[in-house]
């Protein structure tokens, strides 16, 4: 288990790859044929592969790219780039390991064993840190594997939707313990297609779970990065309690009397008004 999440290695890649073939196979041998007989168009059926491309482009960007490494060559122009404010980030703080000192919003990575510029976080799946340099690639990765599944799971719905259209289902009735006739219900009618397309209803499932996982995680990096923050900064700002001295009191929102997670959320946006780039020139 120390392996798994303290080392890089490539464990989550395959099994991200892994997953991706049994899903895509999947749709390729059973449902694209039942799509096909549906009269599903040509071009909705050719999405799911053009979605594929562009993920694979985009994941081998985030895992092959340089997330933005500091080096003894590169450290002198780091340090400009970001102000110090002095509660998240201080001045002069050397990295133990690294022997450099860290630039304002870097952070050494345990498991790359390597300070990034604009740490955001490790992220096993692309056996990657997630930085500067990387970060927008990382965003839209996130949003072409949603994108994947849900137009995957939209595709399957829609062939399991048909497929009780087209058998009357909804209108069949069954005899029930008693031997009284009932019509079927949400639940027998599941547990048919769960039992006559097995592998297709449990495929949904997983798609399902993965849209809406994603779709949170992606709308929260969006959010960080128009507030200018890193996941990073933005739970070391939860447990900031002070604000930062270099702020005008006067001009900042009256938060006395909210709840702590608005409080915080006040903190995070002032930090990301003064961690912005330094332009020198």
């Known amino acids: 288990m120390h392996r798994l999440f303290h080392q890089r290695n490539n464990f989550f890649l395959y099994l991200h790859l892994l997953l ?44 092959s790219r340089d997330p933005g490494t500091l080096t003894k060559a590169n450290h002198t122009a780091q340090l ?53 340099q990387n970060t927008r690639y990382f965003v839209l990765y996130l949003l072409s594997v949603c994108a994947m599944a849900g137009d995957i799971a939209v595709l399957t719905a829609d062939m399991l939707l048909q497929t009780v259209l087209r058998t009357g289902l ?68 939860k447990d900031l309690t002070l604000l930062p001295s270099f702020y005008d009191y006067d001009l900042l929102p009256e938060t006395s009397g909210q709840s702590p997670d608005v409080q915080n959320q006040v903190v995070c946006l002032c930090l990301a008004s003064q961690l912005r780039p330094v332009h020198y020139g």
């Open 20 to 63: 991706e073939v049994i899903v895509y196979g999947e749709f390729s041998y059973e449902v694209f044929g039942f799509c096909v007989d549906m009269g599903t168009s040509s071009v909705s059926l050719c999405i799911p592969y053009v979605l594929l491309a562009v993920k694979s482009y985009l994941f081998y960007l985030c895992s």
């Open 80 to 132: 400009k780039v970001y102000q110090y404010d002095e509660k998240l980030f201080q001045q002069g703080v050397k990295c133990s390991t690294c022997q450099l000192v860290k630039p304002a919003r870097s952070k050494h990575c345990r498991v790359c064993n390597r300070c990034v510029q604009r740490f955001d976080h490790h992220c096993v799946w692309v056996n990657n840190c997630i930085g500067a």
């Open 170 to 237: 909804l209108h069949a009735h069954y005899i029930d313990e008693q031997g009284v006739q009932q019509p079927v219900g949400p639940l027998f009618i599941i547990q048919h297609l769960f039992l006559t397309f097995p592998r297709i209803v449990f495929m949904l499932g997983f798609l399902v779970f993965v849209f809406f996982l994603l779709a949170g995680y992606s709308m929260f990096h969006m959010y960080l990065a128009l507030i200018n923050q890193t996941s990073n900064e933005w739970f070391k700002g």
